[in-house]
């Protein structure tokens, strides 16, 4: 089963507002990474946490840890249009070498 | 950055034909490489982790002789999908986690969507 679930499973928003979704995780991890995905397409890692750190930032992204918790959650700030597409977090398990992905929050931007 | 180059981008075939995807580590050498599949609005779904040399580890539920993995080099992977039929329809993506360095993200491929009449 998957590992990580997501929540909102959509999110629709208007442009300029920020973007919350929140993940959740079953297993002890190494880290905990947010991909985005474009219809159709490949997904893009976005941002990479570790098991001992709490938070991160790059750019308009916020990504925070919770282990106690087994949660995470990735904030847009300054929303786009461009940011629309799908979001998966995805948890690097102790002990295991590959990634297990959550269900995924699609995210609207609307103009 | 690095680049994964997955084809084709979409493929059509009819039922009983089999279907071979390629995934190319383009600048980097990618010991492992897995492949996803997703449907409609949904998450990926891992099928197996493919490793340069070995034989590939499925999982649950996934039928080895249906989806058929080769990993001959450090840049390239292959899934055939063998007798394809409709319910074989889905997008299929590969990823590849780099030999050293930067090894703990992955990197994604385009995706190819395959179509199964």
């Known amino acids: 089963s998957q590992q990580g679930e997501e929540d909102p499973q959509a999110l629709s928003i208007q442009e300029g507002e920020n973007a919350t979704m929140n993940c959740s995780y079953k297993?002890?991890?190494?880290?905990l990474q947010w991909y985005r995905q474009n219809s159709g397409r490949g997904l893009v890692h976005l941002i990479l946490?570790?098991?001992?750190?709490r938070e991160k930032h790059s750019g308009r992204l916020r990504v925070t840890l919770d282990t106690s918790k087994k949660s995470s959650s990735l904030l847009i700030t300054a929303s786009r249009a461009a940011d629309t597409a799908s979001y998966f977090c995805?948890?690097?398990?102790?002990?295991?070498?590959?990634?297990?992905f959550g269900q995924g929050t699609r995210l609207t931007i609307n103009p | 950055g690095a680049v994964v180059s997955q084809h084709p981008s979409w493929v059509i075939c009819k039922s009983g034909t089999s279907v071979k995807i390629e995934c190319r580590s383009l600048?980097?050498?990618?010991?492992?490489m897995f492949w996803y599949r997703q449907f409609p609005k949904q998450s990926l779904m891992l099928m197996a982790t493919?490793?340069?040399?070995?034989?590939?580890?499925?999982e649950q539920g996934v039928e080895k002789d249906k989806f058929l993995i080769n990993h001959a080099s450090l840049t390239l992977s292959t899934l055939t999908v063998t007798s394809a039929h409709p319910e074989d329809s889905s997008f299929y993506i590969c990823?590849?986690?780099?030999?050293?360095?930067?090894?703990?993200?992955?990197?994604f491929g385009s995706g190819t969507q395959l179509s199964v009449l």
């Open positions: 990823s590849a986690r780099a030999n050293r360095g930067l090894n703990e993200k992955l990197f």
């Open positions: 297993t002890s991890i190494n880290n």
């Open positions: 946490i570790r098991s001992n750190e």
């Open positions: 995805a948890t690097d398990a102790r002990g295991a070498q590959k990634l297990v």
């Open positions: 600048d980097f050498q990618a010991t492992t």
């Open positions: 493919s490793n340069e040399g070995s034989k590939a580890t499925y």
